[in-house]
């Protein structure tokens, strides 16, 4: 191996801030390292919220409205914070540290919310089942929370483009591998989900909340054990300054020289000499055509004096505005990502209520599974399709497409919202039938029907096989077509189409029942299902989705990729 083949060539350094060395650094040895601190970290965020809202109304005695409402507050700050950990991270603090740092808050909000569960004066009053929470408990409980929110914000969009800069982007060996990272990275989530939703759910209903909010607490503990020990082995790309700040140049550049023509030469469009971009830890980007506005940021004119100083706020280099070009381009196919998230968000939602009017008992057993315990068949259809995905479609789809990742992550995602379509049409059609079992035997007033709850089943599979194709398609989508130093922030952004999804299913949810309720109908979501027509919510969704596909079709076929100085797509 040549010497220049020994150092990588996409900007990364080591942990001492020198050229990273191939062989010492970086790829699978580095990985390991990664995928179990999100492994842990994720097992510890799912075993403390997904059992938070039965906390809140039987620990601290919140009414049911008001936990509720508590919890989707705090769920949505989760997702909200992402956005403040990525401008961290792209503009001053890097990954690395920045994933450490939000760690080790994570971890004191995660221990303070185990003593605000287990030690006297902080703990409920308890008397029997009957538990009371005084303003500072209650205090106590909210402050760990939202540390633990914090937390997450700066671990959620860094970890997965961190674990994908351990790859050299200008290594066609090492950039095949990338691939697969991502989709193990989301094997590795679900893992943690997995553990997460059985055994801490059961803890937690049968032992205590002292140890189901504890055993959160020392996995995170394990999982900041884990990302530090691989220090030496990381690859680290430098921030590269406020990205915000970047983009409000290249609109105020443009907006000064909106009377200035664009040369038909892009060679007079001004860029650095060196071979390297003015941007730290970002690589040049080649031109691109299209938003040819914002191409009169990069204009020189007399006036701007590129020997000496040059006033970013006037003149702006190529790579500059390609930047601002490429988060622009990625909006719309970000914005087809929320129609999906609708539809993966009624795991949560009505397929818990239909599943709650079906037979809950496993067999003749006295035993009942939770209705929102099918979201584990959510989870091993994932833990399945993964493997499949990357061990027998990739090697096959490449031997048709010639495509290095057999598929195309546009393509990968087209395929995955396809197939989120028939996740609604199966619920649908489990809907009906349901319906017409209460209508011929009169089961109108009945709290479960004689259908077993596992005729789900379907439904959270099919779910789980469409994440596979779109979330994870979606995660490595938005890293390589991000610019370099924005790629957190990028990250952050795909994470928040979950949140937007979240609030476009309670939107629909609310026109819905506000239109169906006129003249004293029940509408299509009553309380009592037996009297309404979730199936049409779910026609609908099915309907939006198909829709949102052609959209996302007609996004795809325009997409301009993003393409770095010296490289060929």
């Given amino acids: 191996m040549a010497e220049d083949d020994v150092y990588t060539k996409d900007g990364t350094v080591d942990h001492h801030g020198n050229p990273a060395n191939k062989l010492k650094t970086g790829t699978w040895k580095a990985c390991p390292f990664i995928l179990g601190n999100e492994c842990c970290e994720r097992l510890a965020y799912y075993g403390m919220s997904t059992n938070l809202v039965l906390y809140f109304k039987n620990q601290l005695n919140e009414h049911s409205a008001t936990a509720s409402k508590n919890v989707s507050d705090w769920s949505g700050t989760c997702y909200i914070t992402p956005l403040i950990g990525a401008f961290i991270a792209d503009a001053y603090l890097g990954r690395y540290w920045t994933i450490a740092s939000f760690s080790i808050i994570y971890v004191i909000g995660m221990a303070l919310l185990t003593m605000s569960a287990s030690v006297s004066g902080l703990k409920p009053t308890c008397n029997g089942d009957d538990c009371h929470a005084t303003n500072v408990q209650s205090t106590v409980c909210f402050i760990a929370l ?3 929110a914090l937390g997450t914000g700066g671990i959620k969009p860094c970890v997965s483009s961190y674990g994908a800069d351990q790859f050299d982007d200008a290594d066609e060996v090492e950039k095949e591998h990338k691939s697969s990272f991502f989709n193990w990275f989301y094997f590795s989530i679900n893992i943690g989900a997995l553990i997460a939703s059985s055994l801490l ?15 959160p607490a020392v996995t995170m503990a394990v999982a900041v054990v884990s990302f530090f020990s691989g220090t030496r082995l990381y690859r680290n790309q430098k921030p590269g300054g406020s990205p915000l700040t970047r983009i409000c140049q290249v609109f105020v550049a443009s907006v000064r020289k909106y009377k200035v023509e664009v040369p038909a030469d892009k060679s007079l469009l001004y860029e650095t000499a060196d071979s390297e971009s003015a941007i730290q830890g970002s690589r040049k980007l080649d031109h691109s055509k299209g938003l040819r506005f914002f191409d009169k940021a990069a204009v020189q004119e007399q006036s701007d004096d590129v020997k000496s100083s040059v006033n970013p706020w006037r003149l702006c280099t190529v790579t500059q505005v390609e930047e601002l070009k490429a988060i622009i381009r990625l909006l719309p196919v970000w914005a087809t990502g929320i129609i999906f998230a609708t539809v993966y968000g009624q795991m949560s939602t009505l397929f818990v209520l239909q599943g709650a009017t079906m037979n809950t008992h496993v067999g003749n057993s006295s035993f009942k599974i939770p209705p929102a315990s099918l979201s584990i068949f959510d989870t091993l259809s994932v833990i399945f399709w993964v493997p499949v995905y990357d061990q027998i479609i990739v090697p096959i789809a490449r031997k048709f497409t010639g495509h290095r990742n057999g598929l195309t992550q546009l393509w990968r995602m087209g395929i995955g919202l396809f197939i989120s379509i028939f996740s609604m049409l199966s619920a649908g059609v489990l809907e009906l039938v349901r319906l017409r079992i209460v209508k011929r035997h009169n089961y109108y007033d009945l709290e479960e029907i004689p259908m077993s709850i596992f005729w789900q089943v379907p439904q959270y599979f099919i779910i789980g096989c ?43 949810v609310t026109i819905v029942t506000n239109i169906s309720t006129k003249n004293g109908s029940p509408g299509w979501i009553p309380d009592n299902l037996n ?36 490289t060929l797509r």
């Fill in 466 to 508: 469409a994440e596979v194709f779109t979330f994870i398609g979606q995660l490595e989508f938005f890293y390589e077509q991000a610019p370099d130093a924005m790629r957190s922030l990028c990250s952050a952004l795909s994470l928040l189409t979950v949140a937007l999804g979240q609030y476009l299913s309670s939107l629909l």
């Fill in 146 to 148: 939202y540390l633990i």
């Fill in 531 to 566: 009297y309404g027509h979730v199936h049409y919510f779910f026609w609908l969704l099915a309907v939006l989705s198909v829709v949102n596909l052609v959209a996302f079709l007609l996004v795809a076929r325009l997409y301009t990729y993003k393409q770095t100085v010296g």
């Fill in 201 to 215: 759910v059961w803890i937690q209903d049968n032992v205590g909340w002292g140890w189901g909010f504890g055993i």
